[in-house]
């Protein structure tokens, strides 16, 4: 406010040669005390910082040590705080805070570490807890039960950044003021310059005005922006932080009706654009300023002609509102359309393994496809009626400065230049508030769209804390109660998921549920959980719980990391833990040991290991009370006895535990059995007191008994099986000596195979491009359509729009006089109709370029996005066990956004500015061409210093995209282990963890903003300095030599030049085209053997006996690790009954997957009924083959959907399947039949009933080689026999390749594979191998016999 005085003082000096001393005394005194001011304002952050453990919680978790989820530390950048923390006045007004940094970019490629930590007064912490306060301070926002309004999240956005906007609001008024010196003085300039009796002294003032005006307009301007985008991260971390707390808390029907895909879309895209709205905030008010002023300015030079030009303005302004309520429409359609599309993607990519080895992963991608394009039809209505406000706004000046000048001809009102100098630059100033309004009005739509969104997020249900009442320790020997409980995980339903519930669980009681599947088991300990929601009755708790889900649920990031879960490493205890969970053999062939980081949901561990390193995280956590849902199923014989012998009875001797189990042999061991069935406690009490006393729990142990009775038969017919099998005696491979000496020579393999160094590990650090955005990316980008054909019709489109504006100044400065005195020579008609003519022209060039431009750029986003996913569908199986799908869906919502919208508007904007640099500079030069002495230097030093700049900028900007995903990653992972988050009271540490990562993205973001303003200053000084040496050589220069109409259009036009908007524009256009770099990194992966080998198809039959034969097969899961199969030789005879068995890890279901062709051999070879598979098409392969694999998956839909993705099968052969699975009956209870809704995940349906639907689609297929991969795991002994029964029926002439740990399953087989750590030790019949007692097959079948008969 102080330097607009002083200009304004200036002004008057000039006009009136002298002012009072007390007046220059004053401003001089009020600049200082500004100065003062504002250094306390931006410099008091040190007292703020200091303060800021005030607002963190008093009881903080200790342990961070752990936690750091995928790799992005909290200690990056070691202690090192950003210099801006500490800056003195001068650094901070030039922003020399960044040369440092700028000079490291300059010399090196950045990375994290070198990027300084925040000020403690913008770190994640303080900035959430600021904003947390301030929403519950009002009203309990964050509360549950709808609480959250768009008012008052606003609120508590506003009261948290309230300094940041005071500040703000001041700089948007000095350089508002500023900005309007200028075009009130280019008036009084023209005069000066044609009045040939002034003194030079008033020349020199008024380039001392001028030159000052623009200098503080530049300061104000820069440092505005730098706040502005401070704002903007302290925005996205408060909205980050709440949204990923409130989805720790979510109950399980709000997750139902909120997928992940949406929640994605939410934190990602809605989450940066109403960060981005900070941007956009002060324009509500400064619109309205800048008009005012605008038409004060007018006034002065055009009295009553000055209405017609607010009028004007008024109609242009007025006219976005049906665009904007039409874009606002627009976006929220185009919001839930991405998020159908994101909630497919993220499916498909969970489930990325059972796609492909079913070969639905093309139909799954058409599905995409579809979606994609519902997507870009309002994507293309968005884009248009962008277009169409930009094209009413870019003809805004023209069109205001034409009415405006013909209602002057039109009433006779003299028209000088000087005057319409003036109103020109006006008009010129007047096009910021107008072109702006279309952005301001697009933003407001969009910000309104999203914080709705997020909004109805925080609004969902919490889980009820009320559901379990906490008994006070050593209050009662009851730990766990629950008395007459009905529970429903739908409260609107009639149907109770659990009835009558009524049982009571003393301390250091072992306590084993069991029953069929679907009969609520799993239930019942998310009620002890307080998972379900609780109809009637009570729970009650007496202690602290652990809980190992039933579906292993494992964080990326090291093995030691999951089984600490935050707590201090006890070495002793530590390793007691892994004996007892069986994890030190895995450990040692693991290459990293337990620092061997795990691929996204443990997808380079097996299932048993999985299931053991959540045992021993729940071991570890040393609770009172164990709820273990079906822990063994995972797991092989020898170590399913060990982790009951060792755990259960060892271990947790003195706890408390709760455990789900099929397996009937470790039932006997409990104090108390439940027996559940249809939702009820049928029957409660030991093993032999409820044996005899009902039928439920008599199915299930007869069901085990018969099994056990066929493999003590198996074992007993050796001398039979001997006879028949007689000529194949070869075929065994082991003897004691043979299986010694492959023990002894299996260390030298293992340890050649040993890698060195992080390049060993699966997951890999996120791939980034170094140096300059590459000129092949934006020559792939604009040639993407039509070969670039649309590149140089936009290029003369934009040069004859700025031809049109210039010819169009030009004609309206010379065609009218220089002062009153002279008479115009051209008349009033002419003037406006040439005018008019000019101002058409360059509309319709506007419009052409906004629609080529809009065209060009959602074809090229469509081609790229087509592109990107079918390289990523069709990728190899190893790809996404080493890419968190955090990064994919990285690409696929934020990338895809930027090339969708931002990059088309970013190359338009770089369009207009160095078009309308390029006609400044010819204007100025061509008043004086020696002004190009001047601009020449300057234009070369403004390019050095944005070389300078760029080398760590454009690494800061690659920074922020890869400290993105693991954000994406860790809200992903927690949304979906948020069970276990809570049992383990973690939700602080995890809470924690996501603020550590959300300021590991704001640092780069942060330093990036500061990089920017630190060239935009620069360039911007240079621009003012140029200006003056301008404004002083038209001073210097003698009366009458050039025409002052001519100068004024000069030093107007010279008024809003500078070359920061084009560096800024081009640095803009690279940091988003690197979206386009990182989309077409996904567009090159090394792709899958073709789906179909047209000169090598097999036949219809094929394969028509089902004979296999592996040759020497060696495969491993990526070029940098070990061998996990090593020269496995040998031939599964067709029509036959295979099983293969091994200990957890030792490579069963890798070969199962080397028969689908999911992992390429390294060498040796697969063949099928005569047919090499590595030489026909990879569709042709996995069509005719079959798997029920580990992991039981269904897919969001019905269920027929997931019966019959590609619609093959009739309804009859449906239910003819469902009905030999055993679900026929269940589904027909279902009201919606075959159309069943099946929720994400099939969170809906149990797992063991998962597992059923999987061999629903087995027998749909009927294939002639069927492997099952654990498939009978999750399902009870009685089921698993009749599953084994209906196989026999229905593949006898089939090979079935059975992988089990439950030696029941493998009862009636004809062979045996024994694989140990990938090397085949013994194949042979079962009997064989029993008979030699020493054989690993014969061990394995006793230590289970042995357990069972136990």
Partial sequence: MSCSYLVIHLGLYWKYLSLPFLLWFSDAISIIAGSFIGYVGLFGKGQEGDDSHLLEPLLRTSSFRNNDENGQGSNVGGENVTPYANANLLSTFTFSWMSPLLALGYRKTLDLEDVPQLASCDSANVTFALFKNELESNGNGSGN????????????????????????????????????????????????????HQL???????????????????????????????????????????????????????????????????????????????????????VPVQVVLALLILYKSLRLASFVAFFATMFLMLATIPLGKLQEKFQGELMDSKDRRMKVTSEALRNMRILKLQGWEMKFLAKIIELRNFE????????????????????????????????????????????????????QLL????????????????????????????????????????????????????????????????????????????????????????????????????????????????????YVAQSPWIQSGKIVDNILFGKEMDKKRYEIILEACSLKKDLELFAFGDQTIIGDRGINLSGGQKQRIQIARALYHDADIYLLDDPFSAVDAHTGTHLFKECLLGILGTKTVIYVTHQVEFLLSADLILVMRDGRITQAGKYKEILNLGTDLMELVGAHKKALADLNYVECEDGLDNLINGEEDGNILCSEKSIQNDEEREPKNYKTEKP?????????????????????????????????????????????????????????????????????????????????????????????????????????????????????????????????????????SIDQSAVDTSIPHQIEEL??????????????????????????????????????????????????????????????????????????????????????????????????????????????????????????FFISMPKGVLSPGVVGLAVTYGLVFSLHGVIWDLSMLENKMISIERILQYACIPSEPLLLVEENRPSCEWPSQGKIDIVDLQVRYAPHLPLVLRDVTCTFPGGMKIGIVGRT?????????????????????????????????????????????????????????????????TDEQIWEALDKCQLGDKVRKNEGMLDSVVTENGENWSMGQRQLVCLGRVLLKRSKVLILDEATASVDTATDYLIQQTLRLHFSGSTVITISHRMTSILDIDMVLFLDNGLVLEYDSPAKLLDIKSSSFAKLVKEYTQRCSS
């Fill in 145 to 196: 039960g709808g609480q959250v309004s768009i008012l008052k999240l606003v609120k508590a956005l506003i009261l948290s950044t309230w300094k940041e906007i005071l500040w703000m609001t001041l700089l948007s008024i000095v350089c508002t003021l500023a900005s309007y010196v200028g075009p009130y003085l280019i008036d009084a300039f023209v005069q000066y310059l044609n009045s040939p």
């Fill in 200 to 286: 030079k002294s008033k020349g020199y003032t008024l380039v001392v005005i001028f030159f000052l005006s623009k200098l503080i307009k530049c300061l104000s301007d820069r440092h505005l922006f730098f706040q502005l985008r401070k704002m903007s991260i302290r925005v996205r971390i408060a909205l980050s932080a709440i949204i990923y707390k409130k989805g720790l808390r979510l109950s399980n029907q709000s997750k139902q009706g909120h997928t992940s895909g949406e929640n994605i879309n939410l934190i990602s895209v809605d989450v940066e654009r109403t960060s981005f709205f900070s941007w956009y905030m002060h324009d509500i008010w400064r």
């Fill in 376 to 427: 870009v039809k309002w994507i293309k209505k968005l884009l248009y009626t962008t277009a169409m406000i930009a094209f009413v706004y870019m003809s805004a000046p023209m069109f205001v400065s034409m009415v405006t000048f013909g209602f002057c001809v039109f009433m006779e009102i003299p028209l000088e230049s000087g005057k319409i100098l003036s109103a020109l630059a006006t008009f």
């Fill in 431 to 546: 096009q910021v508030p107008i072109y702006n309004l279309p952005d301001l009005v697009s933003m407001v739509v969009q910000t309104k769209v999203s914080l709705s969104r997020i909004v109805s997020f925080l609004c969902l249900d919490d889980l009820h804390l009320n559901i379990v009442q906490k008994l006070p320790r050593e209050s009662s020997k009851v730990v766990v109660e629950i008395v007459k409980g009905n529970f429903s995980w739908d409260l609107h339903s009639p149907n109770l998921t659990l009835k009558d519930i009524n049982f009571q669980v003393h301390c250091g009681m072992k306590v084993a549920v069991c029953g069929s599947i679907g009969s609520g088991k799993s239930t019942l300990l998310s009620c002890i959980l307080g998972e379900v929601p609780k109809v009637s009755g009570s729970i009650k708790l007496n202690g602290t719980k652990a």
């Fill in 756 to 892: 060195v160094g992080p390049e060993g590990q699966l997951v890999q650090e996120e791939e980034r491009e170094k140096g300059g955005v590459s000129l092949s990316v934006y020559w792939k980008y604009i040639t993407a359509v039509y070969k670039g054909g649309f590149v140089p019709l936009i290029l003369l489109v934009q040069i004859f729009f700025q031809l049109f504006q210039i010819v169009g100044s030009y004609w309206m400065v010379l065609s009218t006089p220089i002062s009153k005195d002279v008479r115009p020579h051209i008349g009033g008609s002419t003037l406006i109709f040439v005018y008019i003519a000019l101002f058409l022209g360059s509309s319709l060039c506007v419009f052409i370029r906004s629609m080529l431009i809009i065209t060009g750029g959602y074809k090229t986003a469509t081609l790229l996005f087509n592109k990107m996913h079918l390289c990523i569908f069709r990728a190899p199986i190893s790809f996404f066990d080493s890419t968190p799908s955090g990064r994919i869906l990285n690409r696929a």
């Fill in 911 to 1032: 369009l207009i500015s160095i078009m309308e640099c390029l006609g400044t500079a010819i204007v100025m030069s061509q008043v004086a061409w020696k002004m190009l002495i001047v601009f020449i230097p300057m234009s070369v030093t403004c390019l050095w210093y944005q070389q300078y700049y760029i080398s760590a900028a454009r690494e800061l900007s690659r920074l922020n995209g890869v400290c993105q995903a693991p954000i994406i990653q860790h809200f992903f992972e927690s949304s979906l282990g948020s069970t276990t988050i809570r049992c383990f009271d973690q939700e602080e540490r995890f809470m924690d963890a996501n603020l550590k990562l959300v300021e590991g993205y704001s640092r780069p973001r942060f330093h990036f903003s500061g990089a920017v303003e630190w060239l935009c200053f620069r360039m911007d000084m240079l621009a003012s300095i140029t200006y003056a040496i301008f404004l002083v």
């Fill in 1145 to 1209: 890890g030792s490579g069963k279901s890798t070969l199962a997957h080397a028969l689908f062709r999911m992992l390429e051999p390294t060498s040796g070879q697969i063949w099928i009924d005569g047919i090499n598979i590595s030489q026909i098409g990879l569709h042709d392969l996995r069509s005719k083959l079959s798997i029920i694999p580990q992991d039981p998956t269904m897919f969001e839909g019905s269920l027929r959907s997931n019966l019959d993705p590609l619609e093959e099968y």
